[in-house]
């Protein structure tokens, strides 16, 4: 199923604001089941296998959010890449 990009950096904007993050996505997520190095890898390496988790994955969406509204600049969030957020940062800003 196909993320709305606005919807989510409107809505990672608003939680961004609030002083209170909903995190339960992360119990059930993919990456909870997995090891790090999938979704952090050496700079260089494949991203496909961490996103291949991330497009499976329910909590897709909610990480995306909690992502873009802490600014995370490092590894797979959401089933985007560092540079794919930053692209899509840059994007929604416009």
């Given at each position: 199923?196909?993320?709305?990009?606005t919807?989510i950096?409107?809505?990672?904007?608003?939680?961004h604001?609030?002083?209170?993050h909903?995190?339960?996505?992360?119990e059930s997520?993919?990456?909870a089941?997995?090891?790090?190095e999938?979704?952090?890898?050496?700079?260089g390496?494949s991203?496909?296998?961490?996103k291949r988790?991330?497009g499976a994955?329910?909590?897709?969406?909610a990480c995306?959010?909690?992502a873009?509204a802490?600014?995370?600049?490092?590894?797979?969030?959401?089933g985007?890449?560092e540079k794919?957020?930053?692209?899509?940062?840059?994007?929604?800003?416009?």
């Amino acid at each position: 199923m196909p993320i709305n990009i606005t919807d989510i950096t409107t809505r990672a904007t608003a939680e961004h604001q609030s002083t209170e993050h909903e995190l339960s996505w992360q119990e059930s997520a993919l990456c909870a089941q997995t090891g790090p190095e999938f979704f952090f890898p050496a700079p260089g390496s494949s991203t496909r296998e961490a996103k291949r988790l991330c497009g499976a994955c329910e909590g897709r969406e909610a990480c995306l959010q909690y992502a873009l509204a802490n600014d995370e600049r490092f590894g797979v969030w959401g089933g985007l890449s560092e540079k794919e957020r930053q692209n899509l940062r840059r994007t929604a800003g416009h």
